[in-house]
């Protein structure tokens, strides 16, 4: 058992296996050093949570819980990356967060602060990363995030 | 003529050569073994086509073919960071595809599809990538879809 | 004082020092040669102008100056992840510019355009970037633009 995966068991984080792909593209893929994932939504047990406009349906307190749940799916996709050993990752490169908020929807960072936040309770230092987050029009299934990751491993 | 060269040629698909930039920006970048390319729109010819809210004027059907444009587009951009030789992409490594939906829609990864399966049609294998698929709340000329692409080449 | 120095004090541009972040993630993280930087907005001396949406209470012409001042931000964050040492960009590799627009909004470039020849007066021919401009359904505290970028560092 490594050493992150001691600090998920203390944080009661469980990370899923990634489903298996469903169209031509994959969860990740690895470049040199670099893992990009596919962006990660709000899927949990196979079930689409937090389904509604940030603003409107769902609180930024919900969708930073929504956040925080596409970073487990990050976490959960890096983990297959390196091969189920997350002391591979070397750094949280890059998040870039897709908040569903209404048009005058003004406090994304609040909301993907509830990813950024879990990234660095996972990986300390090593989790603190570059971030862009934004406004979506729509996304996939209504849901209220979806984020995407670079992430260095060895 | 190239092993891809003879894989388009089955497929039908032309590659064309890409428009000059005509701003202060190039349609894609080299550095190391990766190529960044602009975003790639919905241009054949010189000709805007599929203009248009998806989930209005566009359908997910027409909003495929866009994206497939779009894809193609992607491809030559990247021919052209090959000094025209497709063979000598290793692995499409990352699309971000912004769909220019109706703020009520939900079906991004279907049109994001048409991109995704043409890269798989050309490059098999190597043509599977990681990918994001999120709604823009508007897009450049109002086009149905943007796509941008990371490519790893020899 | 580095050529790059003495180009933004003949253009007149103050290149500002990066407030220290307030959340849980960074401004840029260097992985490699690359530097990613965190979105950066329309911040000046503590405070955030050009707010609104572009096409409605901002005009195309002051939504290209958000954006410069956008690539002013962008510039701050790559001097710091140089030492200070601007000489020591290799490149500006990709821009993504997302445009807070309304729904109708269609002139993405023009505004984009703006960050993208800051880069190119500044740095010349290594200011050349791939660049993707979207809309954005909402930004951050309602700014007019926000810009993340990749830069190729020694």
């Known amino acids: 058992m490594g ?16 489903a298996a ?3 031509n593209y994959l969860g990740w893929v690895r470049t ?3 893992v990009f994932t596919a962006g990660q939504v709000t899927v949990k047990d196979g ?12 609180s930024v307190e919900e969708a930073a819980k929504a956040a925080k749940l596409c ?10 990356a390196c091969d189920g050993d997350l002391d591979r990752v070397k750094r949280i490169v ?3 967060g897709f908040v569903n908020g209404v048009p005058e929807f ?3 960072p609040a909301v993907i602060n509830g990813a950024s936040d879990l990234m660095v309770e ?3 230092d090593k989790g603190k990363h570059a971030r862009s987050a934004v406004g979506a029009g729509s996304l996939p299934i209504n849901i209220a995030v979806e984020i995407e990751a670079i992430v260095e491993v060895a």
């Open 32 to 34: 040199g050093n670099l």
């Open 71 to 80: 970073a487990i799916n990050i976490i959960a996709q890096v983990k297959q």
């Open 21 to 23: 792909p469903v169209a």
């Open 47 to 58: 079930e689409f949570l937090y389904q509604g406009k940030v603003g409107a349906e769902i």
């Open 122 to 124: 996972v990986f300390g």
């Open 3 to 18: 050493q992150i995966d001691e600090r998920l068991a203390e944080l009661g984080i469980d990370i899923p296996t990634p």
């Open 94 to 96: 890059k998040l870039v």
């Open 106 to 108: 003004t406090d994304h």
